[in-house]
């Protein structure tokens, strides 16, 4: 048995419910027919060529990604834009895009929480400073002890399975750690206030590099991808499991992406 896409969409939004995304926010069903079947789920990070190429290969009926296929109003669309020319693709082929941005950011089980448990924090709490939830963007736990900075490294780039990350060592040893998936710089502030004497996020600027070592916090630059990669298995995983104890035959496939930016 099947599911259609309308079922599907209410399953991945108990997952990550929307009305958890930032209000400038795009997530949801982005491209698709609610009542089409669905039969092969295929999640990735970004609707992008090479995720396309495997959801026609594979002859998914739904790409699910944590970036907004469609984030920015549409005021045409042709072939001129290279997004919109993979929308018009998808389109044609009848496959199907939901995102879960923001939302998956903040929903327990989420990006930061994925994170979080990679790098075995205990205790872990919202990075928002919010009391009565876990949930916002970001998350802060504790080490079972405390480690050398470069020791703590070392295991970032195991479990982002990256060969280089780049690093603000504030001369602290490791044992708070607030983590924040993607862009996160923005964050700077809630990390240093909860305590964290090191913080991991993607996207980190000149500048703002110079703000944390004068704030005194370790900073890693996990990179936006890898540090947001980690969650597209576990929401298929989670995924493929709930829609086999439901009965459903839907197969749930993950794809490989290409890390974007890479050291050469
Ligand atoms: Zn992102």
């Known amino acids: 048995m099947s599911i259609s896409l309308k079922q599907l969409c209410n399953i991945v939004n108990e997952m990550a419910p929307c009305h958890l995304a930032e209000e400038w926010d795009n997530v949801g069903l982005l ?74 950011d903040s929903a327990v089980g989420g990006v930061n929480d994925v994170l979080a448990g990679l790098l075995e924090l205990e205790n872990v709490e919202g990075l928002n400073g919010s009391e009565d939830s876990v949930e916002g963007i970001g998350r802060i736990g504790l080490l079972k002890e405390p480690v050398a900075f470069e020791t703590f490294v070392k295991n970032v780039k195991r479990v982002l399975k990256l060969e280089h990350v780049t690093a603000v060592p504030a001369g602290r040893p490791v044992r708070k750690v607030a983590v924040c998936g993607g862009s996160g710089m923005d964050f700077l502030d809630n990390a240093v206030q909860a305590g964290a004497d090191t913080y991991i996020t993607g996207d ?36 493929a499991l709930r829609l086999s104890r439901e009965g459903h035959s839907t197969k749930v496939l993950v794809a490989k992406e290409t890390l974007l930016l890479q050291t050469v």
């Open 31 to 104: 491209v698709g027919r609610t009542e089409k079947e669905v039969k092969v789920v295929l999640c990735a990070l970004d609707f992008s060529a090479e995720v396309l190429e495997q959801a026609k290969k594979n002859h998914a009926d739904i790409v699910i990604t944590h970036h907004p296929v469609i984030f920015r109003g549409i005021r045409r669309l042709t072939d001129g834009d290279w997004r919109n020319a993979l929308l018009m693709d998808a389109v044609r082929n009848d496959i199907a895009v939901y995102s879960a941005h923001t939302n998956l």
């Open 204 to 239: 980190v600027k000149y500048h703002e590099a110079q703000e944390a070592l004068g704030k005194n916090i370790n900073l890693i630059d996990g990179t936006h991808q890898a540090t947001e990669l980690p969650v597209v298995n576990e929401i298929a995983d989670r995924l």
